[in-house]
């Protein structure tokens, strides 16, 4: 059994270490990639997080056409929020929805007179 110089076990237990930390990403996700899908038969534009006091923050900023897909935009919004996005000059509300980290594909769609938000 040949024996392991313990400078040769320190570069290899720190590569080791650096190799791994790149990887935590996977189990602890805490920034959002956004992408909006517009099912709807009219124009939508700017979904954002609507706070308690009426402030609102875009999260995607595009104009998007029934059948378009938006750019994705990055976010370290993680929790649950209450969105909206806006069609024909006013908002319309889409409820509380959890945002948890990663890749999200939110669908806007209608449902009669409403609009409902799902991800996928």
């Not at 029934?66 to 806006?86: L, N, P, R, T």
């Amino acid at each position: 059994m040949r024996k392991v110089a313990s400078g040769q076990w320190l570069v290899a237990s720190g590569l080791i270490l650096i190799l791994t930390m790149g990887c935590t990403h996977w189990l602890i996700d805490t920034e959002n990639r956004i992408q909006v899908e517009n099912q709807t038969g009219k124009e939508i534009y700017d979904l954002s997080l609507v706070s308690d006091n009426g402030k609102i923050k875009v999260l995607v900023p595009d104009t998007l056409k029934g059948g378009e897909f938006s750019q994705i935009y990055k976010s370290a919004w993680v929790g649950k929020f209450d969105f909206a996005v806006f069609s024909e000059d006013s908002r319309v509300d889409l409820g509380f929805h959890e945002l948890k980290g990663g890749l999200v594909l939110v669908q806007i769609r209608e449902r009669g007179e409403k609009f409902e938000m799902r991800f996928r």
